[in-house]
C-alpha cells in the first residue's frame, strides 16, 4: 500500500513513520516544519528517517529506505495538495498534521484555522478526488470539554468544547462526516489521550517538567495537582493506528452511528486508565533522582481536570490494547531525553 502521512516531523507522524516502513509500506510524508517548537528537534527526527535536506514543495527521498519519501509543504497549500494527491494516487492517508497545543490557541487562534480547518478541508477534497481507500485523521480528548462522566465514551455528547484547539478537532469530525456522507469516503477519526513518549513535544508536560528539574528550576503544577491524564505512550498509539489502517469502515460500519448512512467510525485510543498528575511527576522524580520544586496553580482557561478513554470498540474492532505503563513509558522517555541532550 501506499499511504500519505501528514506531519512525518511531528512527534507521532514520524514514529508511524518508521513503523510502517518496517511493514514495507510505502509511504509518502509531508510537514511544513513550522517553528511552534524547536525546529532542530523536527530536522533531527527527518534525519533519523533518511531526510537529511528537505526542499520545500520538491518531493525527496530518504537515503536509508527508498520506500520512504518526504516533502516540505503546508496542508493549506491548496494547489500543491491537490497535485501530490493526484500524481501519487494513495491507497490510505494518516493525518497527523496540525497545530496543536490547547494554550497555544488562546494566543494565537488564526494558526488553528489555517491548518486544521483549511489544511484538512484540502486533505479531505484530495480524498474526495482520487477515491483514497481510507482516511484516517487525529481527532483529540480535548472534544470531550468538561464532561464529567467518565470514562469519555465517542457516543458521549461533545457539544461544548473549552478551547478553539477542541473545537477545530469536533470541526474534523463533522468535516469528514459530511465529506463521508456525501462521497462514500471511508474515514476513522481517532480521539488521542495525552501522547507522551521518546523524540516527544516540548510543549508537554513531561519535557517541559523534566527540562526543568535537570535545570534546577521549579515546575507549574496546575490546579494545584488534582489532575488526572489518561497518558498513552506513543508505541501503543502506533500500534493502534497501524491495526486501523486496513479496518476501513463501510456503510454499515457497527461503530457507524444509527442515525447515519456514512463508511464513518470514530473511536478513543489511549491507555484506558487515568494516572494522577502528582503520580505522574513523581515517576519523573524518581527517574531523575530529583525532588521537583513545584509551584501549585489555578487552573489554566481552556484546561480540564480529568480524562479518561474508553477504549473498548477499538478493542473489539482490532484486538489492540495497550501495554506500556507509565513507570515504563517515563523511563523510557527519560533514558532518550538524556541521551539525545548528552546529560
Not at 234 to 260: C, F, H, N, Q, R
Request: net charge negative; aromatic share 12%; glycine share 6%.
Amino acid at each position: 500500500m501506499k499511504i500519505l502521512i501528514t506531519g512525518t516531523a511531528g512527534f507521532i507522524g514520524f514514529h508511524l513513520t518508521k513503523r510502517l516502513l518496517r511493514e514495507n509500506f510505502q509511504i509518502v510524508g509531508i510537514d511544513n516544519i513550522n517553528d511552534y517548537y524547536d525546529v532542530n528537534l523536527k530536522q533531527d527526527r527527518l534525519r533519523e528517517t533518511g531526510i537529511e535536506e528537505p526542499e520545500k514543495n520538491a518531493i525527496v527521498t530518504s537515503s536509508l529506505d527508498k520506500n520512504y519519501r518526504f516533502i516540505q509543504a503546508s496542508l493549506e497549500d491548496q494547489q500543491v495538495v491537490k497535485d501530490l494527491f493526484e500524481s501519487e494516487k494513495f491507497d490510505a492517508v494518516v493525518n497527523l498534521a496540525a497545530q496543536a497545543g490547547v494554550r497555544y490557541s488562546l494566543e494565537n487562534p488564526q494558526t488553528y484555522i489555517d491548518s486544521n480547518i483549511n489544511g484538512f478541508l484540502n486533505i479531505l477534497e484530495g480524498c474526495r478526488h482520487t477515491n483514497v481507500g481510507h482516511l484516517i485523521y487525529a481527532s483529540s480528548s480535548s472534544v470531550y470539554g468538561a464532561n464529567k462522566e467518565m470514562p469519555f465514551k465517542t457516543t458521549d455528547v461533545v457539544d461544548h468544547p473549552v478551547s478553539l484547539y477542541a473545537a477545530s478537532k469536533k470541526s474534523n469530525e463533522l468535516m469528514a462526516h459530511a465529506y463521508s456522507h456525501l462521497f462514500k469516503i471511508p474515514t476513522t477519526g481517532l480521539r488521542f489521550f495525552t501522547v507522551y513518549g521518546p523524540w516527544g513535544r516540548p510543549d508537554m508536560a513531561l519535557f517541559i517538567f523534566t527540562k526543568a528539574m535537570l535545570e534546577g528550576n521549579p515546575i507549574d503544577v496546575f490546579n494545584y495537582g488534582k489532575m488526572a491524564r489518561d497518558f498513552t505512550y506513543i508505541d501503543d498509539i502506533v500500534e493502534g493506528i497501524t491495526k486501523l489502517i486496513p479496518k476501513a469502515p463501510d456503510d454499515e460500519s457497527p461503530y457507524t452511528a444509527e442515525y447515519t448512512q456514512a463508511p464513518y467510525q470514530l473511536f478513543n485510543i489511549g491507555y484506558g486508565s487515568p494516572v494522577k498528575l502528582m503520580d505522574f511527576i513523581h515517576e519523573i522524580e524518581k527517574n531523575l533522582g530529583i525532588e521537583a520544586n513545584k509551584n501549585l496553580m489555578p487552573m489554566q482557561k481552556g484546561d480540564v481536570p480529568k480524562t479518561w478513554a474508553d477504549v473498548q470498540s477499538l478493542h473489539t474492532l482490532t484486538g489492540f490494547r495497550p501495554e506500556v505503563s507509565v513507570e515504563e513509558g517515563v523511563k523510557r522517555f527519560i533514558d532518550w531525553y538524556k541521551k539525545y541532550y548528552n546529560i
